[in-house]
T-cell receptor, first 115, second 110 residues
Framework: GAVVSQHPSRVICKSGTSVKIECRSL??????MFWYRQFPKQSLMLMAT?????????EQGVEKDKFLINHASLTLSTLTVTSAHPEDSSFYIC???????????FGEGSRLTVL | KQEVTQIPAALSVPEGENLVLNCSFT??????LQWFRQDPGKGLTSLLL?????REQTSGRLNASLDKSSGRSTLYIAASQPGDSATYLC?????????FGQGTTLQVKP
């Protein structure tokens, strides 16, 4: 299947700093990518839909100024957690639709810990 | 609003058993349904994708069925192995979004 890569896999930062997470589709072009958040022992919650060349669409309750999404190319979307706080600590996962069948492929996830 | 439910939440079986994981959804207007596997602290691995027009898909020891009219899907795992231990998530796609169930955590004991 298609490959989606996320970086970094783990990041620890101080409260108040900003953290950027990258999501890349390695062997296909993705006009749409999705960002999810997962708390321990819970399922994935969609945060936003990232569209290449346009603004992201955020789910209800997700602060767009807090979670900045940029989809500058067909293979790269970034999520920046601005002014991070301990409650932002979570597992963030991106996904992209691969080959036109509607199948979604996921990155390895990025664990963010805010001290 | 689409809701996806997975039963059971956790399952423990001895090695070699055949097992069935259940997934139900409230809105039958779906584009497709996908089953994933997630190991602790890892991302998701796509196992099977069933399009709305399909009834089942098979990959190795895995078989997934879809009954759209009743809002149900099952994931059948044959001859389970300890390496199958993981959390299994089903997700339905409709209106551009993928909605996940809470997952079934499977433990296969040697």
């Amino acid at each position: 299947g298609a490959v989606v890569s996320q970086h970094p896999s783990r990041v620890i930062c101080k409260s108040g700093t900003s953290v950027k997470i990258e999501c890349r589709s390695l062997d296909f072009q993705a006009t749409t990518m999705f960002w999810y958040r997962q708390f321990p022992k819970q399922s994935l919650m969609l945060m936003a839909t990232s569209n290449e060349g346009s603004k992201a669409t955020y789910e209800q309750g997700v602060e767009k100024d807090k979670f900045l999404i940029n989809h500058a190319s067909l293979t790269l979307s970034t999520l920046t957690v601005t002014s991070a706080h301990p409650e932002d600590s979570s597992f963030y996962i991106c996904s992209a639709e691969g080959d036109g069948t509607g199948e979604l492929f996921f990155g390895e996830g990025s664990r963010l810990t805010v001290l | 609003k689409q809701e996806v439910t997975q039963i059971p939440a956790a399952l423990s079986v001895p090695e070699g058993e055949n097992l069935v994981l259940n997934c139900s959804f409230t809105d039958s207007a779906i584009y497709n349904l996908q089953w994933f596997r997630q190991d602790p602290g890892k991302g998701l691995t796509s196992l099977l994708l069933i399009q709305s027009s399909q009834r089942e898909q098979t990959s190795g020891r895995l078989n997934a069925s879809l009954d759209k009219s009743s809002g149900r899907s099952t994931l059948y795992i044959a001859a389970s192995q300890p390496g199958d231990s993981a959390t299994y998530l089903c997700a339905v796609k409709g209106a551009g979004k993928l909605i996940f169930g809470q997952g079934t955590t499977l433990q296969v004991k040697p």
